[in-house]
């Protein structure tokens, strides 16, 4: 029972990208086989092809990469990709990714994509708004403890809710057809197909910043809560007087 070969932690970061140039060059980061880390509070954009990729491949060119050794959990929180052309992040062929309090903008291919036998991914607390291609694709052999709920599940144009044995447009049928996942979600629905729709500051000018302050800032809590539980420490957090102004409010009516 061999432990994962890296543990990298990477966090507070802005990789942008170049869709004009190659394949190899074309990702934000990529993942191995034997890879257990966290990727937290980055903006991650315009990448021609994946802005993280995380896979189980051993060899490259011929060469060994890495072998014999077990993957360790990789959690991707709290996180920015938007506008990287074929997938905002891609699993393909890992066990046990945590993918956490982020937010997805894709004008072309899909937010988030688990093929190639992944297994145990878990997709909680995103904000995903697809323009031509899926929220979240599940391929058929990575359905494998794969977990998915209280995130905003937005598609405009032609993009997709999600892909689960087949196609989804609307989250009322994602959540009545499938009847696990996003049961606590919202998303697009052609019951009023705007009700959903991320309210970011403006799309135009790549701020994706949402309208609601104190929403932010509990899903900032959140996210610490998750770091911590992998973490042992303590964290200090100022926590501004307008998130909780409304509760001081309703104790003063009382």
């Known amino acids: 029972s061999e432990r994962p070969l890296t543990h990298p932690y990477v966090s507070n970061f802005t ?33 021609g092809v994946n802005g993280v990729k995380v896979d189980s491949k051993t060899s490259e ?4 990469v890495v072998d014999n050794f077990k993957d360790g959990r990789l959690s991707i929180l709290n996180n920015l990709f938007y506008n990287n ?14 993918i956490f309090s982020n937010t997805f903008y894709a004008p072309t291919g899909d937010n988030i994509r688990i093929q190639s036998s992944s297994s145990e991914v878990e ?24 977990f998915s709920d209280y ?10 809710v999600g892909f689960y044995t087949k196609d989804f447009y609307d989250i009322l049928d994602w959540q009545a057809d499938i009847d696990r996942f996003d049961l606590h979600s919202i998303g697009a629905t052609a019951v009023n197909p705007h009700w959903a729709e991320p309210q970011f500051m403006s799309v135009l ?50």
């Open 151 to 160: 995130n905003d599940l937005f598609a405009s144009d032609t993009g997709k």
């Open 61 to 64: 060119g011929g060469q060994l």
């Open 205 to 254: 000018r790549d701020d994706f910043r949402v309208y609601q302050p104190a929403a932010l800032q509990l899903r900032y809590l959140q996210t610490l809560t998750e770091i911590a539980a992998e973490k042992n420490s303590t964290i200090v957090f100022p926590l501004p007087i307008d998130t909780i102004k409304q509760f001081l409010d309703l104790g003063k009516e009382k």
């Open 85 to 98: 052309t074929i997938n905002g992040v891609l699993i393909s062929g890992r066990n046990d990714v945590r």
């Open 15 to 47: 990789l942008v990208g170049d869709p004009t140039t190659g394949s190899k060059s074309s990702q934000g980061m990529l993942f191995r086989r034997g890879a257990g880390s966290a990727v937290v509070n980055g903006i991650i954009m315009g990448f």
């Open 123 to 146: 997709v909680q607390n995103n904000i995903l708004w697809a323009m031509s291609g899926y929220d979240i694709f599940v391929a058929n052999d990575s359905r494998t403890g794969f």
